[in-house]
């Protein structure tokens, strides 16, 4: 595969969330403001992209029976730290404590692990590197896109500043979970009707 | 070589956990400074806000140093209270001293003793008087701060925090300002059991307002973490029962 398509497929054609449909649960979770969106794309591109490059760096030495162990030990360590990170700073504390649990759940997000094993541990480290941060990338682009509607809708603001004018009633169907689904849903419908070899017969 | 041999597997496993256990080890000393300056912040913004000196968002887009200034300005006085509710030591204004989360974690099993306990009361130039409560929630821990009136019996405002909750709705405690609103106005029955009662059913009404008392609605949908906030604050406002004792003594 050229390194072209490494990198751009993940953002559109072969996107992880609406064509693979991994990462859906923090998807639901972290998009009711973009500011929190936006800092757990960076953080899932951070984990996925460095966890990628380092597992791909050791490929060849990783024996095949522990083989997920020492994967799961690298993500957990880049989770912790990209936690940590976000707790130090000043302008970071407030998303980091607005995400809590999601950011160590950052872990268990299958597209994180879905990588590593079916790209990483095959391929070159620079190529992984850039895949992992594409894969991210495309979770991040999702999020925000599902972000966007669900803060503007929901509070009428974006990035915390004030958009609809004030006599909008925001819409707190929005704000919960199950509108995150639908719009994801919106999302798959018109990725498919763009994209036809997507479509079963 | 062979990597799938037991003796070079068990070796691989022990470094790879050795280096990750060193590096996460080194990053969490290095920037722990730091983290303890937010929660710092943190925990300052709160008691601020039940307090009534602001909203969480003001504090928030302060900033850190803002924060500590305003508290800075407010604040007369800040001590810890024994079971007697006598001053055991002060808490240094100058560095801004406020108990952390740990630090009320670690009391909170002497006031579950009874006794040997030393907790903080924070005594504003305005005669308010701020007390945190540390408690269990649902998930894992809830707390918060209470602010009386100078009466050292009305409730003047409440700001209520936790780890893991259920978000939209034991996560409620902290994110629906109806809630905390909920406190403002009520009082707490020092000297009698419960101090002060989350109930679920409604606390009785009139006129589609809570009667003053000592009870407040309990969450719809998070009976276990507002049980789990009813046992913290009668516990902890039951551990300061004697301290605001001491504020009757001296009206009469």
Known sequence: ?201 | MNTNSNLYTVIYTAIIVTVVAAVLAFVSQSLKGKQEANEKAETISQMLTAGGFGSKAEFQAMGNVKVLETYGNEIEEAFTVDAEGAKVADLDLGQKEVFSRSQLKAQNYKVKDGNGYAIPVYKFKNGITVVPVYGAGLWGPVWGYIAFEADGQTIHGAYFDHESETAGLGAKIKDDPAFQAEFVGEKAFFGESPVFAIVKGGAPKEDGKSVVDNQIDAITGATMTSNGLDAAINMWLGAYAAYFGTFKAEEE
């Open chain 1, 1 to 201: 595969m050229k390194l072209k398509e490494t990198v751009l497929d993940p953002i559109f054609k072969s996107n992880p969330i609406t064509v693979l449909v991994l990462g859906i649960c923090s998807s639901l979770a972290v998009t009711v403001t973009m500011k929190g969106a936006l800092v757990m794309a960076i953080s899932v591109m951070a984990v996925c992209g460095i966890s990628s490059l380092i597992l791909s760096t050791l490929r060849n030495t990783i024996p095949g029976r522990v083989r997920i162990i020492v994967q799961l030990v690298v993500v957990a360590m880049m989770v912790i730290l990209v936690d940590q990170i976000l707790k130090s700073f000043e302008s970071t504390f407030p998303i980091d404590k607005q995400l809590s649990v999601y950011i160590s759940l950052i872990i268990t997000n299958c597209i994180v692990m879905g990588r590593i094993e079916a790209f990483a541990l095959g391929n070159k480290p620079i190529p992984s590197f850039l895949d992992g941060l594409a894969n991210g990338a495309g979770y991040g682009l999702v999020l925000l896109i599902v972000a966007f509607f669900r803060e503007l809708l929901g509070s009428g603001t974006l990035f915390g500043m004030q958009i609809m004018p004030a006599s909008y009633v925001t819409n707190n169907l929005v704000i919960l979970p199950p509108f995150a689904l639908i719009l994801l849903g919106c999302i798959v419908w018109v990725q498919r009707s763009i994209q036809k070899d997507l479509q079963e017969k």
